[in-house]
T-cell receptor, first 111, second 117 residues
């Protein structure tokens, strides 16, 4: 069954603006991972945040996790046209590390 | 120096045929997975293998049979293909979740786009 739900489903911004995507989930998790998928390509891992962490940074990416609200957010600062892709959150909650993916947010960054 | 590779990248075949997709990882991981991404981009776990043993089978029809000849390979064989099998299939690998202090990040292959006519 689906665990994560990303919001919004689609986001269109101009280069240089920040993009924020949210993810909500239903059950307790071991960790939450964000992935990027360019059109017709594979998944690229962005950030993993463990259940005992609240915030992580990687370059222009900032991820927060609020386990009390069962939600996470991905912030991309100073966006570029090359950031155009679908972004998925995935939760690891099975004990076997299988990931449950949300439906994704399609981000379009216009030059 | 590809981390997780899959072959073929594209597969077009007729209903009723049997086909295989191969996956190899050179990351030294013990755990491998198969995911299916449907036309609406929804990704769902199919199988999980740890050190060549099946751990998870998420109610996948038994026409799908994964085979792991060694821990670096997890192949997917599909019998009697149906129209609904058309999708993109992704292989992934990671360290086993039971190991403490390891990074549980999953690394994905480029995907195999299967089209059943």
């Amino acid at each position: 069954s689906q665990q994560g739900e990303e919001d919004p489903q689609a986001l269109s911004i101009q280069e240089g603006e920040n993009a924020t995507m949210n993810c909500s989930y239903k059950t307790s998790i071991n960790n939450l991972q964000w992935y990027r998928q360019n059109s017709g390509r594979g998944l690229v891992h962005l950030i993993l945040i463990r259940s005992n962490e609240r915030e992580k940074h990687s370059g222009r990416l900032r991820v927060t996790l609020d386990t009390s609200k069962k939600s996470s957010s991905l912030l991309i600062t100073a966006s570029r046209a090359a950031d155009t892709a679908s972004y998925f959150c995935a939760t690891d909650n099975s004990g076997y590390s299988t990931l449950t993916f949300g439906k994704g947010t399609m981000l379009l960054v216009s030059p | 120096d590809t981390a997780v590779s899959q072959t073929p990248k594209y597969l077009v075949t007729q209903m009723g045929n049997d086909k295989s997709i191969k996956c190899e990882q050179n990351l030294g991981h013990d755990t491998m997975y198969w995911y299916k991404q449907d036309s609406k981009k929804f990704l769902k776990i199919m199988f999980s293998y740890n050190n060549k043993e099946l751990i998870i089978n998420e109610t996948v029809p038994n026409r799908f049979s994964p085979k792991s000849p060694d821990k670096a390979h997890l192949n997917l064989h599909i019998n009697s293909l149906e129209l609904g099998d058309s999708a993109v299939y992704f292989c992934a690998s990671s360290h086993p979740p039971s190991l403490a202090d390891t990074n549980p990040t999953q690394y994905f292959g480029p995907g195999t786009r299967l089209t059943v006519l």
